[in-house]
């Protein structure tokens, strides 16, 4: 076949003397693209239709079978190249904005564990305690209050928690904050002191009220803790977030897109990913942004944009070390919580909610948490091993690293409500296919 350049995903080229080995490869990933257009199709004629999406995957060395293989719909990688990934690609129909695995998509929630390696880095360094009371870096903390209820004049009762907030509970949502949505005396006192449900602008705008609504570790809510950590980072650096994360972790990996401020460049903004909206048996594309830019505070429980290879390359920083000590990541993948509740009985929950809290996990795996995400506690057949990481983003944004197996995955998207049934099927479906490959190799 002679030589030919091909463009790796830094878009450096090169010229690549052994193109013939990626027939085996080529044929493996063309089979996964004809299993996604044939779920799309039956998709489409079940009056069910996706959005846009991209899908993407790699392992330690970014090599699944010991060959050259296609990285995005243009790009291939050399096996001897390390640090080439193994799959990348987007399916969809926006033709104005053709930008493939360029495409830039608000993280949401996929941002929680980003936020989560800038702590543990500082927790690295001495600078951030895990256990210690978070009050001596976050005195919003200081003598935390646990709303019980209200009286007959609709005032709130509180008693004091006995136990401090440590920064392990923010990063295991079990620290008794919680999201108003939630938790019902949340949702109660929102209503009756009509505070902003999504004030934007800063921390303190966005989560006004500290107080918890059980004692610090007695179980597990979901909860705004990583933009309370992501603070405590900016607190001991004397750095903003974005700026920490861009010195210590995207330069660290050669992430060139990933930003709290989509709006400071032209090239993110041409970018973007619609917004789309499940609407009855179609889909209908939202005008207004799912999320205000503009932001004073950079967000990290949920305020970043990027593309898959952006997350894949810091999803590859884990798995070799690049970004956190081994010691350090071996941690984060083990449970945390002493009580499982809130996490024991995922049928308490409605579909798109279990859908977004454990992915593809079916529900008759233990999980528990770690530090950055769900864990199951048995390896799920055909897919991930024990002491995977998994979790998820408002618009239909998964992720999951399996660090026994040295392989991550994510499917990102811009499509509401939150854990929409099609997108887990077909994330299913590609992890299956990404163990498949691995069980090859």
Same mark, same amino acid.
Request: charged residues 20%; glycine residues 8%; contains cysteine.
């Given at each position: 076949?002679?030589?030919?350049?091909?463009?790796?995903?830094?878009?450096?080229?090169?010229?690549?003397?052994?193109?013939?080995?990626?027939?085996?490869?080529?044929?493996?990933?063309?089979?996964?693209?004809?299993?996604?257009?044939?779920?799309?199709?039956?998709?489409?004629?079940?009056?069910?239709?996706?959005?846009?999406?991209?899908?993407?995957?790699?392992?330690?060395?970014?090599?699944?079978?010991?060959? /050259?293989?296609?990285?995005?719909?243009?790009?291939?990688?050399?096996?001897?190249?390390?640090?080439?990934?193994?799959?990348?690609?987007?399916?969809?129909?926006?033709?104005?904005?053709?930008?493939?695995?360029?495409?830039?998509?608000?993280?949401?929630?996929?941002?929680?564990?980003?936020?989560?390696?800038?702590?543990?880095?500082?927790?690295?360094?001495?600078?951030?305690?895990?256990?210690?009371?978070?009050?001596?870096?976050?005195?919003?903390?200081?003598?935390?209050?646990?709303?019980?209820?209200?009286?007959?004049?609709?005032?709130?009762?509180?008693?004091?928690?006995?136990? /401090?907030?440590?920064?392990?509970?923010?990063?295991?949502?079990?620290?008794?904050?919680?999201?108003?949505?939630?938790?019902?005396?949340?949702?109660?006192?929102?209503?009756?002191?009509?505070?902003?449900?999504?004030?934007?602008?800063?921390?303190?705008?966005?989560?006004?009220?500290?107080?918890?609504?059980?004692?610090?570790?007695?179980?597990?809510?979901?909860?705004?803790?990583?933009?309370?950590?992501?603070?405590?980072?900016?607190?001991?650096?004397?750095?903003?977030?974005?700026?920490?994360?861009?010195?210590?972790?995207?330069?660290?990996?050669?992430?060139?897109?990933?930003?709290?401020? /989509?709006?400071?460049?032209?090239?993110?903004?041409?970018?973007?990913?619609?917004?789309?909206?499940?609407?009855?048996?179609?889909?209908?594309?939202?005008?207004?942004?799912?999320?205000?830019?503009?932001?004073?505070?950079?967000?990290?429980?949920?305020?970043?944009?990027?593309?898959?290879?952006?997350?894949?390359?810091?999803?590859?920083?884990?798995?070799?070390?690049?970004?956190?000590?081994?010691?350090?990541?071996?941690?984060?993948?083990?449970?945390?919580?002493?009580?499982?509740?809130?996490?024991?009985?995922?049928?308490?929950?409605?579909? /798109?909610?279990?859908?977004?809290?454990?992915?593809?996990?079916?529900?008759?795996?233990?999980?528990?948490?770690?530090?950055?995400?769900?864990?199951?506690?048995?390896?799920?057949?055909?897919?991930?091993?024990?002491?995977?990481?998994?979790?998820?983003?408002?618009?239909?944004?998964?992720?999951?690293?399996?660090?026994?197996?040295?392989?991550?995955?994510?499917?990102?998207?811009?499509?509401?409500?939150?854990?929409?049934?099609?997108?887990?099927?077909?994330?299913?479906?590609?992890?299956?296919?990404?163990?498949?490959?691995?069980?090859?190799?």
């Amino acid at each position: 076949m002679g030589q030919q350049s091909v463009e790796f995903i830094d878009g450096t080229e090169q010229n690549n003397p052994v193109l013939h080995k990626l027939r085996i490869s080529l044929a493996t990933m063309a089979s996964f693209d004809k299993r996604v257009q044939s779920l799309r199709q039956r998709f489409e004629q079940d009056s069910q239709p996706l959005s846009k999406f991209t899908l993407g995957a790699t392992n330690r060395d970014g090599v699944l079978q010991q060959h /050259p293989f296609v990285i995005s719909v243009f790009a291939l990688a050399n096996s001897t190249r390390p640090g080439s990934f193994h799959y990348a690609n987007t399916f969809g129909d926006e033709v104005d904005k053709p930008y493939g695995t360029n495409s830039v998509y608000w993280l949401a929630s996929a941002t929680k564990f980003i936020t989560t390696i800038a702590v543990m880095q500082c927790v690295e360094k001495g600078q951030l305690d895990l256990n210690g009371d978070i009050a001596k870096v976050l005195p919003e903390f200081k003598d935390p209050q646990i709303l019980t209820g209200f009286d007959e004049k609709n005032e709130a009762i509180f008693k004091p928690s006995t136990k /401090p907030v440590t920064l392990r509970h923010l990063l295991t949502h079990s620290s008794g904050i919680a999201y108003v949505f939630m938790d019902p005396l949340l949702t109660r006192y929102q209503e009756l002191h009509k505070t902003p449900t999504f004030a934007n602008r800063t921390i303190a705008e966005k989560f006004p009220h500290q107080f918890l609504v059980f004692e610090p570790g007695e179980r597990w809510v979901y909860s705004p803790g990583l933009d309370w950590a992501g603070l405590a980072v900016e607190r001991v650096t004397s750095m903003k977030l974005g700026e920490y994360m861009q010195r210590y972790i995207f330069d660290v990996v050669s992430v060139k897109d990933a930003t709290f401020h /989509p709006e400071l460049r032209e090239d993110l903004q041409a970018r973007k990913a619609r917004n789309w909206e499940r609407e009855g048996q179609s889909l209908r594309e939202q005008t207004k942004p799912v999320y205000a830019e503009n932001t004073l505070d950079d967000f990290g429980g949920g305020g970043l944009f990027a593309t898959v290879n952006d997350l894949l390359k810091i999803y590859q920083g884990v798995l070799t070390a690049k970004l956190l000590r081994p010691e350090t990541t071996k941690e984060m993948f083990q449970p945390h919580l002493e009580n499982n509740r809130g996490l024991d009985k995922p049928g308490e929950y409605s579909s /798109p909610s279990r859908n977004a809290i454990w992915n593809t996990v079916p529900d008759d795996v233990p999980v528990n948490f770690g530090i950055g995400g769900l864990i199951n506690t048995a390896a799920v057949p055909k897919r991930r091993g024990v002491n995977s990481l998994t979790w998820s983003g408002h618009a239909n944004c998964y992720w999951w690293i399996d660090l026994n197996n040295g392989v991550a995955g994510v499917y990102l998207s811009q499509l509401l409500p939150t854990g929409d049934e099609k997108a887990i099927k077909l994330l299913t479906e590609f992890e299956e296919f990404v163990y498949s490959s691995l069980d090859k190799s």
